[in-house]
C-alpha cells in the first residue's frame, strides 16, 4: 500500500469512527475528536471552541431525537501526514417534534495530526 493509500485509509476510518461517536448520541464519545481550538460552521450558526461546539452538538442531539447520521462519499483534495481536507455528502433521520425528519447536505472537515492523533479542526456542513 502506497503512502498515500495508507493515509486515505487510515483518515476514513477516522471518519468512520467519528460517524459512530455521533450516532452514539453521548457527547464523551464526540468530543475527543475535535480539537480545542476547533471551529464549526453549521446551518444554523458558527461555533469556535470546543465549549461552544460541544453545546451546539448537544442542542442536535436533545432536538433530533433517534439521529442516524451517515457520512458518504469522501474524497481529499488534500492528504498529508499532517493535515487532511475531506470533502463529503452527509445525510441524517430522526424525529424533531414528533415527526419523522431527514436531511442531507455537504460536508467539508479540516483535519490535523495533533499530540500522536487526529483531530477536526473544522467542520462545515450545509444543507
Known amino acids: 500500500m502506497t503512502n498515500q493509500a495508507s493515509l486515505e485509509s487510515e483518515l476514513a476510518a477516522f471518519m468512520i469512527e467519528y460517524e459512530r461517536a455521533n450516532n452514539s448520541h453521548d457527547i464523551e464519545r464526540v468530543v475527543p475528536f475535535i480539537a480545542e481550538d476547533a471551529m464549526y460552521w453549521f446551518s444554523d ?3 469556535r471552541g470546543i465549549g461552544e461546539i460541544q453545546s451546539a452538538i448537544e ?3 436533545t432536538k433530533i431525537l433517534d439521529e442516524v447520521y451517515e457520512i458518504r462519499a469522501l474524497e481529499w ?3 498529508t501526514a499532517e493535515v487532511a481536507v475531506c470533502r463529503c455528502r452527509f445525510a441524517w433521520t430522526g424525529v424533531v417534534d414528533s415527526e419523522p425528519r431527514s436531511g442531507q447536505g455537504r460536508g467539508t472537515n479540516l483535519i490535523v495530526w495533533r499530540d500522536g492523533c487526529w483531530k ?3 467542520e462545515h456542513l450545509s444543507s
Do not use: E, I, K, R
Request: proline letters at 8%; hydrophobic letters at 40%; a neutral charge.
Open 45 to 47: 450558526g458558527s461555533y
Open 59 to 61: 442542542q442536535t442531539f
Open 77 to 79: 483534495p488534500v492528504l
Open 120 to 122: 477536526m479542526l473544522h
